[in-house]
């Protein structure tokens, strides 16, 4: 099939255009580089061996420049990435974050209609679960309050393709709820590029290492977990790129509207993720204990056995390969991408 992958140039995106070309389908990247390079996509292309991936610098709320795609390639599915992610910055800017995200997906729901293609594959986020009402989370555990307008993007966006097939039982649509989404592919050329101070645990962890931070703060060791830090399901970005390939055979076989978690279904705290790292590193992780941070709950992973039983997914690395990939793209790349595109 022929993939149109909005947010294809970012960290999930462009791994999942390798996997999708390995398996044999194609892909078209639209993505306006709001927080990424084409450089990933280049690097994309080198890892599968191929000229040129096709992109198109187009932001999702461009009716044209999305129409233009359509008319120039035929597209079979759409695997949607495309939005804001930081969860502070969403409190600071929410009337940014809806209209991104969510003017943004309706726009692109609208084009697809426009041309017959009514397969979607959406990246929601383990989020919508809020304080999750079971542990380890199953699909069926209901969704839960958003403690941030990001997360009530996704949770909205939920509704509104759920609504969408409901109207429209053509449509064939995955919402893919991911679990913390960290390493990098194994060759070391692309990975997880954030912008400015990492919010997230693994990127400032690599940074601390190359000794471009002096330490990590822990958010909170008051928690009631193991060790009182914070436990998540960590889960390897190619593991998480494999399922949106095993998503798109879910939607060939017409599986209408069907709810997926990508994760391992195994937690662990802040401190046993630093202490894998030291090993896979070799460096020496140094921290202070801080308070905890708005809005984080203690425990978060998932019952991934759904996508095992009905998509033939699993995640095959641990935490082990997860740290040994995430230090290898931050060795090999101690400032990232270098970007050469105008923002
Ligand atoms: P990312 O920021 O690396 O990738 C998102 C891409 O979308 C970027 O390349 C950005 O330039 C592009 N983009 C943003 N707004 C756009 C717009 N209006 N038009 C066109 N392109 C636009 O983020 P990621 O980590 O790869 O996440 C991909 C998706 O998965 C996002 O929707 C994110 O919310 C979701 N998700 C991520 C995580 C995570 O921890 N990384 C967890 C759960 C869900
Ligand atoms: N965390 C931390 N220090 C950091 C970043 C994160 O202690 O600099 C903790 C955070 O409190 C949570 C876990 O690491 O318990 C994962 O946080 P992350 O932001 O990576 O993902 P989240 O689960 O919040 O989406």
Request: charge should be negative.
């Amino acid at each position: 099939m022929n993939i149109l992958v909005t947010g294809g140039a970012g960290f999930i995106g462009s791994h999942t255009v390798i996997e999708l070309y390995a398996a044999g389908h194609t892909a078209v990247v639209a993505d306006n580089l709001s927080n990424s390079c084409q450089e990933s996509l280049r690097r994309a292309a080198q890892i599968i061996g191929t000229d040129t991936i096709p992109f198109y610098n187009v932001d999702i709320r461009d009716k044209a420049g999305l129409q233009e795609i359509f008319e120039q390639h035929t597209i079979d599915a759409c695997i949607h990435f495309a939005g804001l992610k930081a969860v502070g910055e969403s409190v600071s800017k929410p009337w940014e974050y809806y209209d991104n995200n969510i003017h943004g997906t309706l726009t692109l729901i609208d084009a697809l209609r426009q041309h017959g293609c009514k397969r979607m594959i959406f990246s929601s986020s383990a989020t919508v679960y809020g304080e999750p009402a079971e542990i380890p989370i199953t699909e069926n555990c209901p969704k839960g309050t958003c403690t941030n307008p990001y997360g009530w993007t996704k949770s909205m966006l939920e509704q509104i393709l759920t609504d969408l097939y409901h109207s429209d039982s053509a449509w064939n649509i995955v919402l893919l709820r991911y679990f913390n989404p960290i390493g990098a592919h194994p060759s070391g050329m692309i990975g997880e590029n954030p912008n400015g101070t990492p919010n997230n645990l693994m990127p400032y962890i690599t940074q601390v290492a190359i000794g471009q931070r002096p330490e990590l703060g822990i958010f909170g060791n008051d928690y009631p977990t193991p060790d009182g830090t914070g436990v998540r399901d960590y889960t390897h970005v190619v593991d998480l790129a494999k399922g949106h390939v095993s998503a798109l055979s879910a939607i060939e076989r017409g599986c209408g509207l069907a709810i997926y978690n990508l994760g391992t279904g195994k937690g662990y705290s802040v401190l046993d993720v630093v202490s894998a790292f030291e090993k896979a590193s070799g460096v020496k992780i140094p921290y202070r204990i801080k308070p905890r941070r708005a809005g984080d709950i203690a425990t978060c992973y998932s019952d991934p056995s759904k996508a095992e039983k009905e998509l033939g997914w699993k995640a095959l690395n641990g935490i082990e390969e997860m740290c040994r990939d995430s230090w290898n793209w931050q060795k090999k790349n101690p400032a990232g991408y270098i970007c050469t595109e105008q923002k």
